[in-house]
Structure formats: structure tokens, C-alpha cells
């Protein structure tokens, strides 16, 4: 959430960045956010006023208790004020339910080196790795998943519907396989410490990390106000929310493997083959909750880290720095990672890493005691560590081999039994 002291100060700034993110209405909004705070202020200012006033008349009563005229008459004179402070709450309450529903819709602003753009148009790429393979013969991940009988999409939608799949045998346990590697390296090499989180959690939770209210559509509610997380991030994160954490504390690092849940209420007609866009998949997330003053740096070690997981799997990819337009609504700077798809010709994320500042921190009410004793919001990130689902994908295109088996990679191969070929 955009600090409402920000706004106060640096309006016409807000403006513009909002404008970059192609955020409709922006000058209107934040004007009627500004005359909200005002109204706000000036309301809880009367408030103050009548409390110090009952505070003086509450003393007097206790001096003039034998004095049963004057008694009355103060005693009048707090109960009138007791009555405005009352309608005066009530005022408050809901002048502050407007600004904070307001604030809650606004996405953060972009840093300052983002390119300004409308779409992925406008991304740029900062690097590439490895050799891409062009070859008209290679199958897509469901054709060769589904020839060598691992991949079963026909049984998934008799169970669950539309963007579900079973997996089978190897397949299954080149899943597992990718998990433990990639929670391997994050915790051996990267410096993560690996928590087990739930992947249910209640309305605060998705709020603080600002996947509600915009995006409730796309979530999966259960009917008892909580909802299955869209990514370990929500729950990860959390985990600092309404504390204050010792600076000598920071950073902290967390990875975690969850199932995610996404409702893809706005991907209609989108990736509907295949494992690419699923409702129900395995990701491994790094969350980062660090010192706001060194959140870019630690937004290329996440990068980093990622692309540790891409290299020691000999995938070709590249890394993009997303527009303005195309970042998610809680990030003010986003490198996405992509990896080949022979079968598309194109790359495909397969893993985000953003950095959100201290707005999710506002949110959350997550802070940390600075050097100088001062109760500061800290800064969070968060990335893929790689989404798993999609990996599989990867490697099941790119290590085809023309008998139709699929290769395993040199580096799942202990998690795999020594197994050669799925």
C-alpha cells in the first residue's frame, strides 16, 4: 500500500507513476485520497479537542461532588460531549474505511529505472543463456508426456475439470525429483532456510501481500473466509506481518514448496493444453524480508539465484526487466525468467522475482528496529524458485530424444535412481 504520508508530500509524483502503470484516473483518485485525509484529520482533530474538554469537565466533577447543582450541570455537559465524540467515531470509522479502500486499490510505484510501457511490448532483455534448439520434429510436453503414457490429462478432467493433470511413474517422480533439487540448492547454496508453510490462509494474509481485493476473482475462496494460496509468497511473507524484527535479524531469506491455486479467471481461451497454465501446480518460492536501503541489491541475488537452478538444469533462457504495464500489482521492479520451448519457438516464464519495497510492509504492518531505535517498515521480496510444473515442461522439450524417450537431466539423476531416460 502506497504510504499515505507519501501522497501528502509528493502528489504530483504519485500521479505520474500511477500514469506509468496505466492506472485509470489517477489524478482524480488521488485528489479524492487527499480530500479524504484532509476530512480525516480534521475530524479525528475534533475528536482530540472533546476528549481534552470531557478530560477538564471529568476533574471538575470530582472537586464539586457536594455541590449537587454544579455537579448536575458538568455531568450534562459530559454526557452531550460523550454523545458528539460518539458521532464523531463513527464519522472516522468511516472516513477511514473509504481512504484505506482507496489506498488498497492502488498499485505501487514503479522504480525509477522500470521502462514505461502499456504491455510485455515494452520489456527489455538484459541476458540470455544457453543454445536454443530449432527443430520442427520436437513434440510439445503434453504430445510427448502423453506418448510415453506419463502424463494423463483425459482422467484429470473426469476428477476435477479443465487444467488439472496426473502425473505417472517417472513423470511423478521427476516432479519430486525437481523439488528436492531446487530446495537443495536454495538451502545448500543460496543461503534460504526452508519452512513448510500452510496453504490455506485467512482474508489478512492475502490482503497484506495484495492479492485481495483486486484479484479475487482469480483466487480460490473457501466458505469459511480463507482462501488457498496463489503462491507461498502470501504465506511466507506473513510470517513477519505485525511484527518488529532486531535489525541485526535481517536479512531474512525463506524458501518454501507448496501447491498453488489459481482460479486463471482471466485466462480464458490461454494455454488451455498442456501444464503451462494450470489451477492447481508446485512452485518453490523465495521470499526475501531485508532493509529497504538494500532491496535492489538484493533483488539481482534473487535473480541469481534462479538462475542458478536453470544452469545446473542446462535450460536455455533469458532474463527480462518488465515494463511498467507489465508488472504485478504489489511490485515496483519485476525480472522475469524465461525459458525455451522448442515446440513454441518461443521463451515462457518460469520464474518472477520482484522486488515490492515497503508496500507490502504497509500492508502488513512489518517492521524492524533500525540502528537509531526507529521503527521502520522493511522491504520485501520475492521470487520463483522455479515454478515446477513449467520446469518439467522444459525439460521434457528440450531433452527429447528421437525414440521418443526423454532424457533426464545429469543433476536429477541421484534424486531419480540413477535412471538415464523417462
Not at 260 to 273: I, Q, V, W
Not at 368 to 384: E, F, H, I
Not at 395 to 422: A, F, H
Request: neutral net charge.
Amino acid at each position: 500500500m502506497i504510504n499515505i504520508k507519501d501522497i501528502r508530500t509528493q502528489e504530483n509524483f504519485i500521479i505520474e507513476s500511477l500514469n506509468k502503470r496505466n492506472f485509470k484516473n489517477s489524478e482524480k483518485i488521488i485528489k479524492e485520497v487527499i480530500d479524504l485525509d484532509i476530512d480525516y484529520r480534521v475530524h479525528l482533530e475534533k475528536k482530540e479537542k472533546l476528549l481534552n474538554e470531557r478530560n477538564v469537565l471529568s476533574k471538575e466533577l470530582s472537586k464539586n461532588i457536594s455541590d449537587k447543582k454544579k455537579l448536575q450541570e458538568i455531568s450534562l455537559k459530559v454526557t452531550t460531549l460523550k454523545q458528539e465524540i460518539l458521532k464523531l467515531d463513527q464519522t472516522i470509522e468511516k472516513k477511514n474505511k473509504m481512504l484505506n479502500d482507496i489506498l488498497l486499490s492502488l498499485p505501487n510505484i514503479p522504480y525509477e529505472d522500470v521502462p514505461v510501457g502499456a504491455s510485455e511490448n515494452e520489456n527489455i532483455e538484459i541476458r540470455k543463456f544457453g543454445k536454443c534448439i530449432v527443430n520442427d520434429k520436437i513434440l510439445s510436453h503434453e504430445e510427448i508426456g502423453e506418448k510415453i503414457g506419463k502424463l494423463d490429462f483425459e482422467t484429470a478432467v473426469k476428477i476435477s475439470g479443465s487444467r488439472f493433470v496426473i502425473l505417472k511413474e517417472n513423470l511423478a517422480k521427476l516432479e519430486r525429483a525437481l523439488i528436492n533439487f531446487m530446495l537443495d540448492v536454495h538451502t545448500n547454496e543460496n543461503g534460504y532456510t526452508e519452512y513448510s508453510v500452510p496453504v490455506i490462509v485467512n482474508e489478512n494474509s492475502m490482503y497484506g501481500t495484495g492479492q485481495l481485493p483486486k484479484f479475487k476473482d482469480e483466487q480460490f475462496q473457501l466458505n469459511n473466509e480463507q482462501w488457498l494460496i496463489p503462491t507461498s509468497e502470501v504465506s511466507l511473507t506473513n510470517m513477519v506481518s505485525n511484527s518488529i524484527i532486531d535489525y541485526e535479524k535481517l536479512p531474512l531469506r525463506f524458501v518454501s514448496s507448496t501447491l498453488c491455486f489459481r482460479a486463471e479467471a482471466g485466462a480464458a481461451g490461454k494455454d488451455t493444453k498442456g501444464m503451462i497454465r494450470q489451477h492447481q501446480f508446485t512452485k518453490v518460492e523465495m521470499v526475501s524480508i531485508i532493509q529497504p536501503e538494500f532491496r535492489l541489491e538484493e533483488l539481482e541475488r534473487m535473480v541469481e539465484c534462479a538462475e542458478k537452478i536453470l544452469k545446473k538444469l542446462d535450460l536455455p533462457y533469458r532474463v527480462m526487466l518488465l515494463s511498467s504495464g507489465d508488472m504485478g500489482f504489489s511490485a515496483e521492479k519485476t525480472y522475469d525468467l524465461e525459458v525455451w520451448l522448442p515446440s513454441q519457438k518461443k521463451y515462457r516464464e518460469i520464474s518472477s522475482c520482484s522486488s515490492c519495497g515497503t508496500f507490502q510492509a504497509n500492508r502488513m504492518k512489518a517492521r524492524y528496529k533500525s540502528l537509531d531505535k526507529k521503527n521502520n517498515l522493511v522491504a520485501t521480496l520475492n521470487g520463483s524458485g522455479l515454478a515446477v510444473g513449467r520446469t518439467m515442461v522444459a525439460i521434457l522439450e528440450n531433452y527429447q530424444n528421437i525414440d521418443g524417450t526423454v532424457s533426464v537431466p545429469e543433476v536429477l539423476k541421484k534424486y531419480m535412481n540413477e535412471i538415464e531416460n523417462i
